[in-house]
Structure formats: C-alpha cells, structure tokens
C-alpha cells in the first residue's frame, strides 16, 4: 500500500496496483498473468518486506517493464494480432519502443492532448499579415543532452533515461515559453494532470535545470510564496529552493521538494541522484544533496497578513525520508520556539548565504512587513 496514481479513481491515492495480461477476442477474454507492483520505496525497505513476505527476487521495475515481461513470457505462446493497453502505457514512449522492437502490433490509448511532432521539421506557411519568425534555434538532441548532464561529477541515475531524457525536451519546450512571452519568471499549474501525460516525464528536473540556468521556475502555481522567491532570486544572485517545511522540532526544520536547482551557490553542481517524483513514483526529479555546515536564508510569507518572515539556519543533514525527494534538516540559527508560534504556510524560500540585511532594506522599499526572527 502506499500513494500512488489509480487509473481507477483518476488521482494519486492510496492503494495498490496491479497489472494484469489477458487474451481478448470477438467471442470473449480470458486471464493470462498478473503481478502486483511493488513501489521503489517499498521494494528498498527491508523491514516492510520481511513484514509482508515479499520474496527476495522480487526487485523494482516500472509497470511498462512489468507490462513487456509478461508480454515476453506468453506472447510466443499465444497467437495475437496486437497489444492493447490504455494511457498509462501509451504515454510511455520505452513502451512503445519495446513493443516495435518485439515486432508487434500494438493498439494503445494515448492522452487527447498527446503532441505529434513532424519528424521533417516542416513548418506550416505563415500567414499574411502575420509577424516572422524568430531566427531558427539549431536543433540538438535531447537524448545527448541528458548523457553530458548524466555525465557530471557526482550524479547518480536511479531512474529510467527516458524520463530523462523527455525532462530536456520538456526544457526546451519551456525555454520557447518563457522567451514567447518575455517572462522572467515561470510556474506550473497542475503538473500531474497536464505536464506529465503529454511530456512523459515530470518536470520536477526541468524545473531545476531552468534555476540553474539562471531562471526563476516555479511548481505549484503558488502565488503566495512566488514573490517571495523573486525577490529572494535577485537579492541574492543565486538559484533560490521552493520547498515545503515541517513543522519545527528540537531546533530543526526539515525542507523537502521534487524541483531543486543544483547550483545553488550560482556555479557548481552538488551533488545529486536523480529518482521518481515521490507522489507518482514517475519521472525524473533530483535528490541534491548540500554540503553540510552550509548556512542558508529561509524567506516565509504570511498570505493573510502580508508579513514576510525571514530567519537563517545551517544544514546538518540530507536525510531519506518518505517525502519529496530533495531533503535537508536545517537548525534554525535563533529562537526556533519564536518560529513555532510563527509557522503560516507550507512552502517557503530557501537561498544560499544570509541575507537579511538585504532583504530587510528591499521589502520596506517595496512595503512589505518585514520580520527578522532573529531580531524578535
């Protein structure tokens, strides 16, 4: 059991999954083989495993590798014309490329808003009246895109390419966004719903690439926490962290997210392992880790006073916990009982360094309240 989405309910939801092979024709169908997927946080815990008995052979594998074993095991074994399967396995492109290299047939349901892409790079003729096009960006392979990106000191792949992969496309796609409309900033509205049918990914790593870069790119829409994240961005100069918090316990502070920048100092990379995105168990998000000892600014706006709070903190840990993957318990550098009673909303900025003093100076500029924890 764990949150994962149900195709059944049409959400993430608590539940389990099972995939299933049958045999269908004009005169009925009937059962082939079943599995039951086993999630990559459960197949990695050992005490939940020897509490259910889960064999030991039993690995993790995504539900299109499962789909494509069990077409392995009985497909020889059973005439078919083609493979059927529904918008989970249509969207995955793996799995489509695994069937053609099997040399089957296949008939798969794939998201209304799926896009298709002339593979002769043709463009429709402008009309008249209409505006030239910008110069022509020369086109570069996402897939080797992502093996130089795979390729930097201290990253560790622990999901499919693909994802990957598709996370550069999606980058690109972004880029092209952002340059359409002259925007400086950049944020997501329903990602599960929207981004991951038709980009085949989650765009928990392209949302990080663009901070790198030197962007501001946002998860979650939030409109509260957002300009808290501009300000912080140009204050600082750096790549700033949106992240959920805990609540505060013994001086600590956990912070987790899916779509953290990498370089977070504005040069280097830190270290990460790319995975799944938690709630989904799909994707391509980074695990980064930062250097412990590193003091960071936390900027926390309250949406129904519009009092902006701001206190600094120094990573002890880069812990694993059973939340968004991007993990650091931070000890809060004042009275963290003043933060108890303090605690607003549940995304918060983070940024490397302290800058209070500047932050300070820019909110009254900008009449904002400002609240230094350290100085309350």
């Not at 259910?52 to 077409?71: S, T």
């Not at 946002?218 to 300009?227: L, Q, T």
């Not at 600590?252 to 990460?272: F, I, K, M, Q």
Request: aromatic share 10%; hydrophobic share 35%.
């Amino acid at each position: 059991m764990a949150r994962d989405w149900c195709g059944r309910l049409g959400k993430v939801e608590n539940c389990q999954i099972g995939l299933f092979l049958a045999d269908a024709t004009g005169r009925g169908q009937g059962p082939l083989d079943r599995r039951l997927y086993l999630s990559q946080e459960w197949a990695a815990d050992r005490t939940r495993r020897d509490e259910c008995y889960v064999p030991a052979e039993v690995k993790f594998q995504e539900r299109w590798r499962m789909a494509l074993a069990m077409l392995d095991r009985h497909g020889a074994s059973v005439p078919h014309g083609a493979v059927a399967a529904d918008d989970e396995f249509g969207r995955v492109a793996a799995f489509r490329a695994g069937l053609r290299d099997r040399q089957e047939a296949y008939v798969l349901e794939v998201p209304c808003h799926t896009p298709v892409r002339d593979l002769q790079g043709r463009r429709p003729p402008r009309r008249a009246g209409q505006k030239s096009r910008r110069r022509e960006v020369p086109f570069r392979r996402a897939d080797a895109w992502a093996d130089a990106y795979l390729a930097l000191p201290h990253t560790t792949l622990a999901t499919t390419k693909e994802f990957v992969t598709n996370a550069f496309v999606l980058y690109g796609l972004f880029k092209d966004l952002i340059r359409e409309h002259e925007a400086s900033a950049f944020t997501i509205r329903n990602c599960m719903s929207t981004i991951m049918p038709m980009a085949e990914t989650t765009p928990c790593l392209t949302l990080g690439l663009l901070n790198d870069e030197g962007l501001m790119a946002f998860c979650e829409s939030d409109f509260v926490i957002i300009p808290a994240g501009i300000l912080l961005h140009h204050v600082s100069g750096k790549p700033v962290f949106l992240h959920n918090s805990t609540f505060p316990h013994d001086g600590v502070v956990t912070c987790a997210h899916c779509s953290s920048p990498r370089r977070l100092d504005g040069r280097r990379y830190e270290p990460a392992k790319i995975v799944t995105h938690y709630e989904s168990e799909y994707g391509a998000a980074p695990k980064v880790e930062m250097p412990i000892g590193q003091q960071v600014t936390f900027l926390d706006p309250e949406y129904s006073t519009g009092r902006w709070l701001g206190f600094t903190g120094v990573v002890k840990s880069n812990p694993s916990y059973e939340i968004c993957r991007s993990q650091q318990d931070v000890e809060i550098q004042s009275d963290w009982q003043k933060l108890r009673n303090e605690v607003r909303d549940s995304h918060w900025m983070m940024v490397y360094g302290d800058h209070l003093k500047e932050l300070a100076y820019a909110t009254r500029k900008i009449g904002v309240q400002w609240a230094d924890l350290s100085e309350s």
